[in-house]
């Protein structure tokens, strides 16, 4: 515990743009004002006076005495896989990747935007990475790790009402639906993986709709963000490095192009970052619904990428039109999806 504690503490205070005027600053690690809560004011960034609360533990305690550790982190978690641990109380998704030492959480907000406390980007992402801290909406359809949806009244509107179906064999089951048009609905289907996410969704709307889907975004701490595109069997890639880490994006079925796009003042750690998108115009199908499949990767930067890491699935079929496909993987493994 005492590990932790220490490392989520120096996260923030050794960052240089942690302190404004000797004073921490609103929003994350400089201010950010997309993670200022509506009830927040200056005198909120005091609660952190909460994580020096370990001090009045006794001296003798094990959060002292106890010699430091990697915990699981040290033997348990092997390179080459990603070890997942569902809480079903909350209907949480924990997932821990050892090849990048990030951990990731899913779960299933519903709180519509008129919520003041938790209808924007603090809690409706499709996941959140600790590599990756979270990226706000563009009003241009800029996303990450999230849908937005062209509403009737020509904005991107992010998905924010989801519910939890149910996590078997592997695959964590959601459906959502877009807050001011019921007739927009998915049913979301994710996958983790050593290097990152497989997502196999379904479009069950009734009318077509514009959309767009976001990886997780990279911000600018260099000055140059690299961007690499490859093609894998057939299937585009588009790779973006900022020297820290390097995100891969790449289209199974469904989509119709892939964009790497340049955004300001949407991330918390830099004004400038990248981000990688797919964008569609989904429309309701006559027999099974059309399946959205990517693959959503990434590496610690300047690691190779071999072609099996960034298309691990050899295809993707239909065995029971009613419920969900099959997922054959090139290592010979293959997944039944059962959204139903």
């Not at 090849?99 to 299933?108: F, H, K, L, Q, W």
């Not at 924007?120 to 499709?126: F, H, P, S």
């Not at 989801?162 to 289907?189: C, H, M, Q, S, W």
Request: with cysteine.
């Amino acid at each position: 515990m005492r590990r932790i504690a220490s490392g989520a503490l120096l996260q923030f205070l050794e960052n240089p743009d942690f302190l404004q005027d000797n004073v921490p600053t609103l929003g994350f690690y400089g201010a950010f004002e997309p993670a200022v809560q509506p009830y927040s004011c200056r005198g909120s960034v005091f609660w952190m006076g909460k994580a020096f609360l370990g001090l009045l533990v006794p001296a003798d305690s094990p959060f002292w005495t106890a010699t430091e550790n990697e915990g699981p982190w040290g033997k348990e978690l092997t390179k080459g896989t990603a070890r997942s641990k569902f809480e079903s109380g909350p209907n949480m998704l924990i997932t821990d990747y050892p090849n990048s030492g990030a951990a990731e959480i899913r779960t299933t907000p519903h709180q519509r935007s008129t919520d003041p406390y938790r209808g924007d980007e603090n809690y409706n992402r499709l996941s959140y990475n600790s590599a990756f801290p979270w990226q706000a909406d563009g009003p241009d359809g800029e996303v990450a790790m999230n849908y937005v949806f062209k509403n009737k009244d020509n904005k991107w509107e992010p998905l924010r009402l989801y519910t939890f179906n149910k996590y078997e064999d592997g695959v964590y089951y959601r459906t959502a639906e877009l807050e001011t048009n019921p007739n927009i609905k998915l049913r979301l289907a994710d996958l983790p993986l050593p290097n990152g996410i497989l997502r196999i969704d379904q479009n069950v709307s009734t009318e077509p709709v514009a959309a767009r889907l976001g990886h997780y975004a990279l911000p600018n701490l260099t000055g140059t963000i690299k961007r690499t595109t490859r093609k894998v069997k057939g299937h585009p890639v588009q790779l973006i490095d900022n020297g820290t880490h390097q995100l891969a994006l790449v289209t199974l079925s469904g989509w119709d192009k892939v964009e790497t796009l340049d955004t300001k003042g949407l991330n918390p750690v830099k004004p400038e970052s990248t981000i990688l998108n797919v964008a569609a115009t989904m429309v309701p199908a006559p027999t099974k619904p059309t399946v959205y499949a990517t693959l959503m990767l990434w590496k610690k930067s300047g690691e190779p990428w071999k072609n099996e890491e960034l298309l691990p699935v050899k295809k993707i079929t239909y065995s029971d039109p009613g419920n969900g496909p099959v997922v054959l993987f090139t290592d010979g493994t293959r997944k039944q999806l059962k959204f139903n």
